[in-house]
T-cell receptor, first 113, second 111 residues
Framework: DQQVKQNSPSLSVQEGRISILNCDYT??????FLWYKKYPAEGPTFLIS?????DKNEDGRFTVFLNKSAKHLSLHIVPSQPGDSAVYFC????????????FGQGTRLTINP | GAGVSQSPSNKVTEKGKDVELRCDPI?????LYWYRQSLGQGLEFLIY????????KSGLPSDRFSAERTGGSVSTLTIQRTQQEDSAVYLC?????????FGSGTRLTVV
């Protein structure tokens, strides 16, 4: 049972444009959501998070939006840069901490010059 | 990732052989996780160590998998009688507050 789903395995965006990565979840108990970024041959690194009490969190070029009624969150990157090319994982937790993190399958983002 | 060293980085083994994967936290942390990423799949939780508490083994896929953490530091994940479906990247992670810091992983290929 895939509780966190990233339905797009890959996404290609032109440099300078907006990248939008989507994530859906099924467990209504999830209250904390994170995005991780992974380069080849490296472990994932934390990018941005959002608590269920908010619907938007912004950090520089990165913004995460949470729609609790739709059980959907998205990551916006604008403007997209070549260094943003990586695999992005959405993750969710039901207890607000790392222990119960459930990850999506990941979306490979490619930024084209 | 900073603070977590994993070895080997790559391992090719024959089906049926046992393998041992190592996670070496550079700095002392009480909480350590093992995850794996299979092709086309998300990161799958395997096991969690927290201090002297009994580990949470709820994510281990079968009894062929085991892990230990000696002295609250180095951890080893052992897979006995490996199968082709065990092929994946195995990641060790340390807990920083609510977040995880991952090692670079061990890519295991069972042939």
């Amino acid at each position: 049972d895939q509780q966190v789903k990233q339905n797009s395995p890959s996404l290609s965006v032109q440099e300078g444009r907006i990248s939008i990565l989507n994530c859906d979840y099924t467990n209504s108990m999830f209250d904390y959501f994170l995005w991780y970024k992974k380069y080849p041959a490296e472990g994932p690194t934390f990018l941005i998070s959002i608590s269920s009490i908010k619907d938007k969190n912004e950090d520089g070029r990165f913004t995460v939006f949470l729609n609790k009624s739709a059980k959907h969150l998205s990551l916006h990157i604008v403007p997209s840069q070549p260094g943003d090319s990586a695999v992005y994982f959405c993750a969710a937790s039901a207890v607000g901490g790392a222990q119960k993190l459930v990850f999506g399958q990941g979306t490979r983002l490619t930024i084209n010059p | 990732g900073a603070g977590v060293s994993q070895s080997p980085s790559n391992k090719v083994t024959e089906k049926g052989k046992d393998v041992e994967l190592r996670c070496d936290p550079i700095s002392g942390h009480t909480a350590l996780y093992w995850y794996r990423q299979s092709l086309g799949q998300g990161l799958e939780f395997l096991i969690y160590f927290q201090g002297n508490s009994a580990p949470d083994k709820s994510g281990l896929p079968s009894d062929r998998f085991s892990a230990e953490r000696t002295g609250g530091s180095v951890s080893t994940l052992t897979i006995q009688r490996t199968q082709q479906e065990d092929s994946a990247v195995y990641l060790c992670a340390l807990e920083w507050g609510d977040l995880l810091t991952f090692g670079s992983g061990t890519r295991l290929t069972v042939v």
